[in-house]
């Protein structure tokens, strides 16, 4: 049966430094995001003068996608009869700006390493990464292509 499932946070910008943005360099660009688990503190990636020490959307663009194939996958890897033991990545993208300001992600890669329990068939579990491009909800709604570079260790 097809559901809808709804999710809301809220999000206060907190950089006023006093005069608004009455100029580009006149305002922090930190915010907050709330939502049931607490704050997460956020910032503009620091290229557009944000800092450091503070989550982007572009960190977050590409971490959401990583959560949601991690476990996309752990959940098909059952499914599949797949012990994983051990779970890692290291996700890179690339955003092209253009010269009017905007910009858009033009690649995504995932780059997963999976340890499996012996008797566990490496194959299978190489191959279900593939497979999470049809389950995963966040993959499943960008325009652009999520390339996978999975590695499989069978631990022992």
């Not at 194939?69 to 700006?97: F, I, K």
Request: glycine share 8%.
């Amino acid at each position: 049966m097809a559901r809808d499932h709804h999710y809301r946070l809220d999000l206060a910008w907190t950089g006023n430094l006093g005069e608004g943005t009455s100029g580009y360099r006149s305002y922090s660009r930190d915010h907050e995001i709330r939502a049931e688990p607490g704050i997460l503190p956020g910032t503009a990636d620091p290229f557009f003068r944000g800092v450091p020490d503070r989550w982007n959307p572009e960190q977050l663009f590409i971490a959401s996608l990583a959560q949601c194939h991690l476990l996309t996958y752990l959940w098909l890897c059952v499914g599949a009869n797949v012990v994983v033991t051990g779970y890692e990545d290291s996700p890179d993208a690339v955003m092209a700006e253009e010269p009017d300001g905007s910009g858009r992600f033009t690649r995504v890669t995932l780059r997963p390493r999976v340890t499996i329990a012996e008797g566990s068939d490496p194959e299978v579990a190489q191959a279900l990464h593939e497979k999470v491009a049809d389950y995963c909800f966040i993959a499943r709604s960008v325009s652009i292509p999520v390339h996978h570079e999975p590695t499989v260790v069978v631990a022992g």
